[in-house]
Antibody
Framework: EVQLVESGGGLVQPGRSLKLSCAAS????????MAWVCQAPTKGLEWVAS????????YYRDSVKGRFTISRDNAKNTLYLQMDSLRSEDTATYYC???????????WGQGTLVTVSS | DIQMTQSPASLSASLEEIVTITCQAS??????LAWYQQKPGKSPQLLIY???SLADGVPSRFSGSRSGTQYSLKISRLQVEDIGIYYC?????????FGGGTKLELK
């Protein structure tokens, strides 16, 4: 059974940093592209970033480029999202997702809430 | 960015009724369209990808279709467990974008 378990969310002040983790199990992690998708409170879904199987290719939405970094450790079956220079508009639940193909989000974690507020 | 416009924003339907949700893409995305279901308090779940392909474990009462840049999700006989919010997503070009969602409720 595919399992994705996010951690690392919490309350953080504007301008500070936070690092999210996603522990994967139930599949061969290194064979799949991975992604982060966020959902602001009572709002819709927004893709944040994706990473290829080996980590050599990364993709970001414009609003997080230069502030967020997606990475992975295939030996530890773990996906990361380093979030720097956080803004109030980054407040959301962040989901880890496994791709099928390059573009579809086939499996999702339960999400971790990030609140950016002073 | 490619804009995805869903309609209606909310929908109330009876059990066993046929339900159709539509998604309009702002430009040609071919068959690069997926549908997700998000039940209350839960994570989204992939229902359909590539416009018409059912994801693993998804009941056959769900189906997808396309007419030009308009995409449709059809539930042939609404069940209680189908209640939730439905999102479309284009996968033609980054940034991958989602529609605003359609909230499906029981009448």
């Amino acid at each position: 059974e595919v399992q994705l378990v996010e951690s690392g969310g919490g309350l953080v002040q504007p301008g500070r940093s936070l690092k999210l983790s996603c522990a994967a199990s139930g599949f061969t992690f290194s064979n799949y592209g991975m992604a982060w998708v966020c959902q602001a409170p009572t709002k819709g879904l927004e893709w944040v970033a994706s990473i290829s199987t080996g980590g050599g290719n990364t993709y970001y939405r414009d609003s997080v480029k230069g502030r967020f970094t997606i990475s992975r450790d295939n030996a530890k079956n773990t996906l990361y999202l380093q979030m720097d220079s956080l803004r109030s508009e980054d407040t959301a639940t962040y989901y880890c997702a496994r791709h099928i193909g390059v573009n579809w989000f086939a499996y999702w974690g339960q999400g971790t809430l990030v609140t950016v507020s002073s | 960015d490619i804009q995805m416009t869903q309609s209606p924003a909310s929908l109330s339907a009876s059990l066993e009724e046929i339900v159709t949700i539509t998604c309009q893409a702002s430009q040609n995305i071919g068959n690069w369209l997926a549908w997700y279901q998000q039940k209350p308090g839960k994570s989204p779940q992939l229902l359909i990808y590539g416009t018409t392909s059912l994801a693993d474990g998804v009941p056959s009462r769900f189906s997808g279709s396309r007419s030009g840049t308009q995409y449709s999700l059809k539930i042939s006989r609404l069940q209680v467990e189908d209640i939730g919010i439905y999102y479309c997503q284009q996968a033609s070009s980054t940034p991958w974008t989602f529609g605003g969602g359609t909230k499906l409720e029981l009448k």
